[in-house]
């Protein structure tokens, strides 16, 4: 099969080059796109460090470029503007010539309902969980659309970690903790442990540089290497910051901690120990700490202060994971569903 999968930040990017991993090794072609219908925010590092030797194209919208390009489908992370406005019409979405448009979420969706009404109109659509596919279907009743759950990050752990000798990484998350004095609790705490572990090396992995998120949809205000330079005299030497891949952190992490990211399942399917930990100084004034706790409830993984500078992480549940985490058996349910849509529309 042809797949188009498009992209415009770091993000729909990750997404993209998982998924289109996982495609190609299953014997696919893909092709990726760099949409500017939606401002790109994405710095030349970013793009250099995600892409390497991949190609892309660019293209003014993803219709356009479909129009010129055969594909058998077309899959994102995020709506694209071109696509929500193409499937409004109803005689688009009648033609035989057409690929399936197919979405999923770019990561955990903590407020979800929006983007649900902005996806009610795609062939398939992929939830992050049972629960929110559940609560879609309840929403949005389309005749014909398939919708699952599941998402290319969201695997099942192949094997565990050594947990005495990896890094003790903090996954930050660009807008969450919300406040200053939130962050500098983060910050602080980090610190402390890197001066009790002092033979392991403490890492804050880093969403983007400082000066890399002035146009994108999450704007962080209060940058950890601007907050370690203004406000901590004593930094311990074996506290530093990482703005490399997700694949690279991970491949030598041996306990992971984070707040409201995604990248906790990042490193539960990696086989990396997660604390998630939600009881930071200010936690009441974070938008995301409520639902985060919601969706987190009975995975086991919810750690207090004192877990987390013992290094203590409990063993995550395997009923939860369930809900959430897929293996190959995903991309045969999205190959069924794009021939599905072949059918359909012939």
């Known amino acids: 099969m042809r797949f188009l999968l498009p992209f415009f930040d770091d993000s729909t990017l990750l997404f993209a080059k998982r998924l289109g991993g996982n495609l190609v090794r299953r014997g696919h072609s893909v092709t990726y796109c760099l949409t500017l219908e939606t401002q790109s925010r994405l710095s030349t590092r970013q793009m250099k460090m995600l892409l390497q030797e991949e190609r892309y194209v660019t293209a003014e ?3 356009s ?34 690929p399936s448009f197919i979405v999923f979420q770019p990561g955990l969706e903590l407020t979800p309902e929006r983007g649900f009404s902005l996806r009610r109109l795609y062939d398939a659509v992929f939830l992050m969980s049972t629960k929110h596919a559940a609560l879609f279907r309840s929403m949005y009743a389309v005749k014909g659309q398939h919708v699952s759950y599941g998402h290319p990050s969201f695997s099942w752990p192949a094997a565990s970690v050594n947990t005495d000798t990896g890094h003790i990484v903090f996954f930050a998350q660009a807008i969450s903790p919300a406040t200053l004095e939130s962050r500098l609790h983060i910050l602080k705490m980090l610190n402390a442990m890197a001066k009790r572990y002092s033979h392991r090396n403490v890492v804050i992995k880093l969403r983007h540089l400082p000066d890399e998120n002035a146009r994108h949809v999450h704007r962080e205000e209060y940058p950890y290497p601007v907050l370690a330079r203004d406000y901590v005299d004593d930094l311990a030497q074996n506290l530093s910051f990482f703005s490399g891949t997700m694949e690279e952190v991970l491949s030598n992490t041996g306990y992971a901690i984070t707040c409201t990211s995604t990248a906790a399942m990042d490193s539960l399917a990696a086989g990396v120990p997660t604390a998630v ?38 063993q995550v549940s395997k009923k939860w994971m369930a809900n959430y985490f897929r293996g190959d058996d995903l991309y045969e349910e999205l190959e069924e569903a794009v021939l599905r849509k072949q059918s359909a529309l012939c």
């Open 277 to 314: 930990y939600l009881d930071f100084t200010e936690f009441y004034l974070d938008k995301l700490t409520r639902p985060m706790h919601n969706e987190f409830a009975e995975s086991n993984i919810i750690a207090s202060l004192e877990d987390i500078l013992h290094l203590r992480a409990e």
């Open 61 to 63: 919208s993803v219709i």
């Open 65 to 98: 470029y479909i129009r010129r390009n055969e594909f058998d489908a077309v899959i994102a992370a995020k709506v694209m503007p071109s696509i929500r406005l193409a499937l409004k019409n109803p005689k688009y979405r009648a033609n035989t010539a057409r």
